[in-house]
C-alpha cells in the first residue's frame, strides 16, 4: 500500500513524505535507536544491517510516526508492514513497487522456469467457511462480499497479501462463487487482466462437490499447483500483521528439521483494547513449547460444554516446560508446506482448520511425525471477521484506526473519496442537516441525513436516506437503505435497499436483511432477537408476516434448518457452540449452562482477594498479565490467568446491559455474568470487582456531555436503579452477604474503580464515590458499619488519588457516625427511661 499520512493519520494515495532511518552497529543501540519522528521496533531493527545500508537511507514514512514514549493511547503503528517488506526488496536487490511488492518477474529464459516457480510466493484463500454465522445475509451475498465499514471484506485481505509480496493467488470459492468470481474480474485493482493487479496471477478453483474447508484442501493437493511454502488465508481476515520475519522463521525451522511444516500466526491480547481482543463465545485454547514456538496441543472451550476444563494429552509433560494459553487470537493465516495438503488428504474427516486438523494432527504427531509451530506476536492486528460479533468488533477497531492504514479515508476502492474530519468520515456528496448530530461514523457517497437526527459511532452506506428525528446507535447501515422519519435503531445491521418506516423501533442486536420493510410504528421485540429476510435457509421466498412487520412490511423472520444430527446424544453431550456467534449480540439468555465439573487446571477455587498489583481496574483494562513460563502449579499466576479470561468478558457484558435503551430487566445480564463466572471458576472477589467496575464506569459515562452530563448524585442514581433487578444482583452478587468486611470490600471496590477511570479527576470520582456510596446505603445495600469499617481501612487510602477520592465521603461518614452516636444515646435514654 502506498501512500502518505493526512492530517488525521489515514492514507492518501501516492506522494510519500520521507523520514530518515539511521542504522546501527550493535544490538544496544539497535535497542535505543530513534529519530525525532520514530521510535521502530526490534523486529524492525533486525533487519537493519550496517553492512547492507550506507549510514542513512531514506523510506517513506507510515501513519502517526510518534515516540512510544508519548503519553496518551497509542494506535497500532504497522511500520513492518511496509518498512519491512521494503527494507528486504532493498537487500535482495530488487525494486519495490507501488503495492510494496516485488514487481512482476518478466519470462525467465529457457530453463529457469522451475527456478521462478520456487520462488513465487503463493496464497490459497478460502472464500467460503461453509458455515451460517452470517445468515441471513449470506443466503444473497457471499460473505466475503459483505461490507466491511462500507468496503467488501474480501478487499482487506487481497490486500494484505499484495503488500506482503504475494504473487499468485489462488481462490477457493463454494456458495455464490460466481458472485465472488465477477466481483474480482470486474475489478479496476485485482483483475488479472489489469495492468494494477499487484499479482502475477490470479485463479478461481471451484469443486463442485465440496461440503468442508477440507474438500477444499484436499482437492488442492491432488492439482499439484503449490511448489513451495504458501499462505493459507481465509478471505474475511484483516490483517496489518508483516509476514517478512514470519516466513524467514517458518523457512529457518523447514531448514533445520524438514518435518515443520506449519505456522500459524497468532496475536497475544494483552492488555490491548482491541475489541477483536474482546470476542467471546468460542475460546480458542493453544498450547505450547516457550523455547521453541512448537504447538504441543489445540482445543476449544466454550460455555455451553459439559466439562469447563481442558484435558491435556500425558505427551505434554515430557516437555520440560509448557504455556497454556487463552489469551491468543487466531488470525487466521497459516505459513504452509505441501506437507500440510497431504495430511488433510491422509485424513477424510477433517473439515475445519482448526477443531480437525490442527487439533488432530498434534494429537497424533508420534504417528505423522509433523511439528506445527506457533508465532505469537505482540504487535500489529489481525483477526477474521468469522462471525457478525466480530464483523462488529473489527468495524469499530478500524473505525479507532487499529487496523492502519485499514481505514475509511485510506480509500481502498476506487472510486472513493472519504475525508476525516472531525471524528467523522465523509464521502462526496454526503448531506447532513445543520442541526443534526453525527459522532464517529462513515456516511458514504450521497448520503442523506436529515434534521434532528442522531447518528453515533455507526456506518452508513452510499446513497441511505436518513429522515427527520431520526435515531441511530451503534449499528451499520448498508448502501441504499431507508430510514424513515422517528424511527430508531440500536446495534443493529439494516441491509441493502431495506426501509425501517416512521417511527419504527428496531433494538439491539436485530438483522434486518436486503429488501425488507418494515411498516411505520412497528415496534420489534428484542424476544427473540429480530432476524428478518425476505426468503428461508432453503433460499425460496418467505410468506410475509405482518404480525412482524406490519401490515405494509415485507419479510419475516428467519429460521435455521433443522440439524438433523442428535445434538442432545449422551454421547456427545455438549450443545453446539455456533448459536454462540450466530446474532451480533453475544448472549446466554435462553441457554442451558451445565456447572458440572467446574475446574481449572490450576485446581485454584479459593475466594481469596488479587492483590492489587495483578488487578488494573477499568473497562478497558485487563489485568497486567504474568505470563507463564512453565505449567507449575503457582496460585497467584492461575489467578491472573483466570481475571485476564473473566474480568475483561464480565464488565463488558454488564457495562452493554446498563447501557441498553430498552425497558428489559437486568435477568439476563445476571444469568450471561453466571455463566462467565462458572466457565471460569472466577471467586468472590473477582465478582465484586468486576460488578463494581462496571457500575462505576456507568456511573462516570452518565457525567460526561456526550451521555446527558449529569451531576453525580443523578448519575449514581441512574447507574444503580435504572434496570429492574440490578440492585438486587448487587446486593445478592457485588456484595455477597451481611459481613461487614464484605460491604467494606465492595466499598473498596467502587473506589479503586473510580480511580482508574481515565479523564475523571480525583475530585469528581470523590464526588461520585460519595452519591454511589449514599445510594447504596438508601437502597439498603451497604450498611453503615461497612461503609465506616471501608472508610478506616488503610487500603482506602494507601496512594495520593484514593486519599483524595476518600476525603470527598467525609460528610457522608461524618453523618454517619454521628446518627449512630444519636441512636447509641437513644438507645441509652430510653434504658434510662426503663429503669426509673
Same mark, same amino acid.
Given at each position: 500500500?502506498d501512500?502518505?499520512?493526512n ?14 532511518v539511521?542504522t546501527?552497529?550493535?544490538?544496544a543501540e ?7 519522528a ?9 533487519i ?6 550506507p ?10 510516526p ?6 496518551g ?17 532493498a ?15 518478466k519470462k525467465?529464459?529457457?530453463g529457469?522456469a ?5 520462488d ?8 467460503d467457511?461453509f458455515?451460517?454465522?452470517f445468515q441471513p445475509?449470506?443466503?444473497e ?15 482487506y485481505t487481497l ?8 504473487q499468485?493467488v ?15 474480474h470486474?475489478?479496476?485493482r ?20 465440496a ?6 484442501l ?5 492439482r ?22 514470519i516466513?524467514a ?8 528439521n524438514?518435518?515443520?511444516c506449519m505456522?500459524v ?7 490491548s ?5 474482546k ?14 514456538g512448537?504447538?504441543?496441543?489445540y ?8 466439562d469447563?476444563y ?15 494459553r ?6 487466521g ?7 500440510v ?21 498434534l494429537?497424533?504427531w508420534?504417528l505423522n ?11 500489529g492486528?489481525?483477526?477474521?471477521a ?37 471524528g ?10 445543520k ?7 462513515v ?9 434532528g ?17 431520526v ?24 441491509a441493502?435497499?431495506?426501509?425501517i418506516?416512521?417511527?419504527?423501533y428496531?433494538?439491539q442486536?436485530?438483522l434486518i436483511?436486503?429488501?425488507v ?5 412497528t ?9 428478518i429476510?425476505l426468503?428461508t ?13 406490519g ?14 444430527e442428535?445434538?442432545d446424544?449422551e454421547d ?10 450466530s ?13 458440572e ?5 490450576a485446581?485454584?477455587?479459593s ?7 495483578e ?5 478497558q #483494562?485487563? &489485568?497486567?498479565r504474568e505470563? *507463564?513460563? @512453565? ?6 499466576a +492461575? $489467578?491472573?490467568?483466570?481475571?485476564d479470561q ?20 437486568f435477568?439476563?445480564?445476571?444469568l450471561?455474568?453466571m ?12 465478582m ?10 456507568r ?14 448524585t443523578k ?13 438486587k ?7 455477597g ?5 464484605l ?6 471496590a467502587?473506589?479503586? #474503580?473510580l &480511580?482508574?477511570?481515565?479523564? *475523571?479527576? @480525583? ?6 464515590l +460519595? $452519591?454511589?456510596?449514599q ?8 450498611e453503615e458499619?461497612?461503609?465506616l469499617a ?9 496512594n495520593?488519588?484514593l ?5 470527598r465521603?467525609?460528610?457522608?461518614v461524618?453523618?454517619?457516625e ?6 447509641s444515646?437513644?438507645?441509652s ?8
Open positions: 500500500m501512500g502518505s499520512p492530517a488525521a493519520g489515514g492514507f492518501q494515495r501516492h506522494n510519500f513524505p520521507l523520514i530518515k539511521t546501527c552497529t550493535d544490538a539497535a535497542g535505543a535507536l530513534s529519530t525525532p520514530l521510535k521502530f521496533k526490534r523486529a524492525v531493527l533486525d537493519v544491517q550496517p553492512h547492507l545500508f549510514s542513512t537511507t531514506v523510506f517513506p514514512a507510515l501513519p502517526d510518534r515516540p512510544l514514549t508519548q503519553p493511547p497509542r494506535r497500532p503503528i504497522p511500520v513492518e508492514f511496509e518498512l519491512i517488506n521494503r527494507l528486504q526488496l537487500m535482495s536487490g530488487k525494486q519495490v513497487s507501488k503495492g510494496g511488492a516485488a514487481n512482476k518477474s525467465p529464459a529457457k529457469g522451475e527456478e521462478k516457480r520456487e513465487a510466493l503463493q496464497a490459497v484463500i478460502l472464500a467457511s458455515q451460517d454465522r445475509f449470506a443466503l451475498k457471499p460473505r466475503c462480499l459483505l461490507p466491511l465499514v462500507n468496503v467488501p471484506v474480501i478487499e490486500e494484505y497479501l499484495a503488500s506482503n509480496g504475494v499468485e489462488f481462490i477457493y470459492c463454494g456458495a455464490h462463487s460466481e458472485d465472488v468470481e465477477t466481483y474480482i470486474d475489478s479496476d485485482w483483475s488479472p487482466e489489469s495492468n494494477l493487479c499487484p499479482f502475477s496471477s490470479v485463479d478461481f478453483i471451484r469443486v463442485s462437490d461440503s468442508s474447508i477440507g474438500d477444499f484436499r482437492d488442492l493437493d491432488k499439484s499447483l503449490i511448489s513451495g511454502d504458501f499462505i493459507l488465508i481465509h478471505g474475511d481476515v484483516v490483517a496489518n500483521i508483516p509476514l517478512d520475519g516466513l522463521r517458518h523457512r529457518a525451522r523447514r531448514e533445520a524438514r518435518d515443520a505456522t500466526v497468532l496475536r497475544s491480547t494483552g492488555d483494547p482491541h475489541r477483536a481482543a470476542a467471546r463465545g468460542i475460546t480458542p485454547v493453544f498450547v505450547v513449547d516457550p523455547t521453541n512448537r504447538c504441543l496441543q482445543e476449544e472451550m466454550h460455555p455451553l460444554q459439559k469447563k481442558v484435558k491435556l494429552d500425558e505427551s505434554v509433560f515430557e516437555y520440560p516446560e509448557f504455556e497454556l487463552t489469551d491468543l487470537i487466531d488470525c493465516i497459516d505459513i504452509c508446506t505441501p506437507d495438503l497431504a495430511l488433510w488428504s491422509e485424513s477424510f474427516d477433517y473439515e475445519l482448520p482448526r477443531k480437525n486438523f490442527l487439533h488432530g494432527v494429537k497424533d508420534e511425525g509433523k511439528i506445527i509451530s506457533a508465532e505469537i506476536l505482540e504487535e492486528y489481525g483477526a477474521r468469522s462471525n457478525l460479533q466480530m464483523y462488529d468488533c473489527i468495524s469499530q477497531d478500524i473505525l479507532h484506526r487499529w487496523a492502519l492504514p485499514y481505514v475509511p479515508d485510506s480509500n481502498l476502492l476506487h472510486g472513493q473519496t472519504y475525508k476525516y474530519k472531525r467523522l468520515w465523509l464521502e462526496d456528496g454526503t448531506h447532513i442537516a442541526n443534526s448530530t453525527v459522532s464517529k461514523s456516511l458514504g457517497k450521497t448520503a442523506y441525513v436529515d434534521t437526527s442522531t447518528i453515533s459511532s455507526s456506518i452508513i452506506g452510499r446513497r441511505c436516506q436518513i429522515g427527520k428525528n435515531r441511530i446507535e451503534n449499528s451499520y447501515i448498508w448502501d441504499d437503505a431507508v430510514i424513515k422519519d422517528g424511527a430508531t435503531v440500536l446495534h443493529s445491521i439494516v441493502n435497499d431495506a426501509v418506516g416512521k417511527h419504527s428496531i433494538p442486536g436485530s436483511s436486503y429488501g420493510r418494515i411498516s411505520a410504528g415496534q420489534l421485540s428484542s424476544k427473540p432477537l429480530p432476524r429476510s426468503f435457509s432453503e433460499r425460496e421466498p418467505v410468506k410475509t408476516d405482518i404480525k412482524l412487520v401490515n405494509d412490511g415485507k419479510g419475516a423472520q428467519y429460521k435455521e434448518p433443522e440439524d438433523d442428535d445434538s446424544s456427545e453431550g455438549d450443545a453446539d457452540p455456533a448459536i454462540l456467534q446474532s451480533l449480540i453475544y448472549s446466554l439468555a435462553g441457554l442451558n449452562i451445565s456447572s465439573s467446574i475446574s481449572t487446571l485446581t485454584h477455587d475466594d481469596d482477594d488479587l492483590s492489587d498489583d488487578y488494573e481496574q477499568g473497562f #483494562a485487563k &489485568a497486567n505470563r *507463564l513460563s @512453565s505449567f507449575a502449579s503457582d496460585d497467584s +492461575a $489467578a491472573v490467568m483466570k481475571l473473566f474480568h475483561g468478558d464480565a464488565v463488558h457484558g454488564l457495562v452493554d446491559a446498563l447501557r441498553a435503551d430498552d425497558n428489559e430487566d435477568d439476563s445480564a445476571k450471561e455474568f455463566g462467565l463466572r462458572l466457565a471460569n471458576n472466577a471467586s468472590d472477589s473477582m465484586r470487582k468486576a460488578i463494581a467496575v462496571a457500575f462505576a464506569t456511573a462516570a459515562e452518565l457525567m460526561s456531555p456526550e451521555n446527558g452530563g449529569l451531576e453525580p448519575a449514581a442514581g441512574r447507574a444503580l436503579t435504572s434496570k429492574k433487578g440490578a440492585v444482583f448487587i446486593t445478592e452478587v457485588g456484595v452477604g451481611n459481613k461487614v468486611d460491604h467494606a470490600e465492595f466499598a473498596l467502587l473506589q479503586k #474503580a &480511580a482508574a477511570i481515565k479523564g *475523571l479527576d @480525583s475530585a469528581r470520582a470523590g464526588t461520585l +460519595a $452519591a454511589m456510596l445510594q447504596l446505603y438508601n437502597l439498603d445495600v451497604l458499619e461497612g461503609i471501608w472508610w478506616a481501612d488503610a487500603r482506602a487510602a494507601e495520593d488519588t486519599s483524595k477520592i476518600k476525603e465521603s467525609r460528610v457522608l461524618e453523618w454517619l454521628n446518627a449512630d452516636e444519636e441512636d444515646n437513644e438507645d435514654d430510653e434504658e434510662d427511661g426503663d429503669s426509673d
